[in-house]
């Protein structure tokens, strides 16, 4: 049974980010951001934290009301604001791996649709509260309120199974890259 899914405090945005960052620890993109292990977890919560300030971020809290699952969504069914602190932000955050965090947005950039949507940008559920059905019930509680398409990018096969049960459509091109080879999984869902 999972718990009311409510809107990520303001003060809870580092724990948010944390959140996400170890539950993305394993994942080969991640790895590939950050390949030295013993920087992984602080420069990904960090990065996290600068990327999700500008998002609506769902939360599904423990009994102690600590966030145990978020979905971060991001508003694009108008043009994005400019964030001009985010590039010296980046830099300071990412240290010697900036150069990887920059060929991901620039990735990510050239291949985000142009049509109006929302996009997923992270689903993250605590490792030890996976297989709870957190996951399933944000993407339930968002998809039941957009009017628009929905968009993301997947990151592995037991992700686009997920995706694809609940309508998620793949795009062309499907597979984007790293410059080491690591893929993302574009896809689309309609309202």
Do not use: C
Request: a neutral charge.
């Amino acid at each position: 049974m999972t718990s009311p899914i409510r809107h990520a405090r303001p003060n809870e945005i580092p724990s948010v980010a944390a959140l996400i960052a170890h539950a993305f620890n394993n994942l080969a993109q991640t790895h590939s951001l950050v390949p030295h292990a013993d920087h992984r977890l602080p420069v990904m919560t960090a990065y996290f934290e600068l990327a999700i300030t500008a998002a609506t971020v769902h939360v599904i809290p423990d009994p102690d009301d600590h966030p145990i699952a978020t979905s971060v969504w991001f508003d694009r069914t108008h043009p994005e604001p400019p964030n001009p602190t985010y590039a010296n932000h980046l830099a300071t955050i990412t240290g010697p791996y900036l150069p990887n965090f920059q060929a991901l947005d620039n990735l990510l950039a050239a291949h985000h649709p142009p049509e109006p949507h929302w996009h997923l940008a992270f689903l993250a559920v605590h490792p030890h509260h996976r297989h709870s059905g957190h996951g399933v019930a944000l993407l339930t509680h968002t998809h039941a309120t957009l009017t628009t398409p929905a968009y993301l990018e997947a990151t592995n096969e037991a992700n686009l199974r997920l995706y694809r049960r609940h309508g998620y459509k793949t795009l062309h091109p499907f597979a984007i890259h790293l410059p080491d080879g690591t893929p993302f999984y574009r896809m689309w869902r309609r309202p």
